[in-house]
């Protein structure tokens, strides 16, 4: 199969898939309250249980699925994760308790993994010499989705109503599913292939794997330190206004705009240059970027600012990603993106319990500050000890 056909396809995956998440989970909290009986006083509480639940789980469960696409197929967990990610957003849309909701979610954390192994199918079907530049393209299309899906969920919510907005989601997937089962082909893991990974070390033992992996939990928790507090911290600095909720979505996007740009892009730096040196500059970037942000108390300023943040935080993630795929087999891609996809999901636990912690204890300009340090830190470690 032609590498191009097959990132053609991925994106297109990839950019549904991200839309038909993120049309979903920033609305979760209005879904409680509205659809699902749930208090003012106990929402925070039922959203912090329905969030965790997946991440838990599919934290748990991403080198299982790993390991099982090494020995199975890749195209086959791809089409697993996808057809029961259409059944739980089905089931999201039946649902009339947060309990019920609850126990969705936690079926969708042993439904998850379909972007890992998107990831490892591009990987081993992308040349050497576009392997960046494709698992580039992949993380601006994850963007480009996430900042696509809010703006069509709302306008679903508005019109339809919000359950409408899970079976469109599963519908949407359920498409998804389909072109993986009969677009994208695999040559089948070879039997004696299959039985010499388990005389293989473990990944976690290779010291640029591990290293990335531990980054990549950081990565996600500076993500998930300031999603959550972005909308406050934007009331904070406007003070009331009626349309609050637009204008944090149109800054949040704004961000995710400068990402799905610049991904592709530094996905080529870093085939041409190294990514480790990518990596590097990014994180430093970023990570001053962050610092600034701490500083407006303007609103345009800030927006400016957020902007520039997506530019180059998104380098960190293609950099990473082709770091794995660049140091492992092809009969090691689906556990080495199971791994990163359990780190992320790692992230995503401790990044909004730590993000609330400096909120409360020293003020929400300090999650950006701690931001910032963090990837500081991080292209500090690797200019010293080069991955």
Known sequence: MNWKVCLSILTSNVIFMAATYTMLIPFLPMYLTKEL????GTVNIWSGIVFSATFVISAFMAPIWGRLADKKGKRLMAVRSSLLLTITYFMGGLVHTPLQLVFVRIFQGFAAGLWPMELALMSTYAPPKKQGFCLGVMQGALTAGSVIGPLFGGFLA??????????????VLFLNTLVLLFCIKETPPVAAVSDSLTDRPSLWKNPLIRRMLIYAVFVQMVILLIQPVLTLYIQ????????????????????GIASAASSPLWG??????????????????AGICFLIQAV?????????????????????????????????????????????????????????????AI?????????????GLILLAMSASLYKKPA
């Open 359 to 371: 909120a409360v204890c020293f003020g929400m300009k300090y999650i950006f500050i701690v931001a």
């Open 236 to 255: 904070n600095m406007t003070g009331p206004i009626h349309n609050i909720i637009f204008i944090s979505g149109l800054v949040f996007s704004l961000g």
């Open 158 to 171: 508005d019109c339809f109503g919000m359950r409408m907005s899970f079976f469109m989601a599963a519908a």
């Open 268 to 285: 080529r730096f870093g085939q041409f240059h190294g990514f480790r040196k990518s990596l590097t500059i990014a994180a430093a970037c």
């Open 37 to 40: 009986g749930v208090t003012a």
């Open 296 to 356: 407006p108390n303007h609103l345009y300023y800030f927006a400016a600012t957020q902007f520039a943040v997506g530019l180059f935080f998104s380098g960190l993630y293609p950099s990473i990603n082709a770091l794995l795929a660049e140091n492992t087999t092809s009969q090691e891609k689906g556990s080495v993106f199971g791994l990163l996809f359990s780190a992320q999901q790692i992230g995503s636990i401790v990044g909004p319990l730590a993000g609330s």
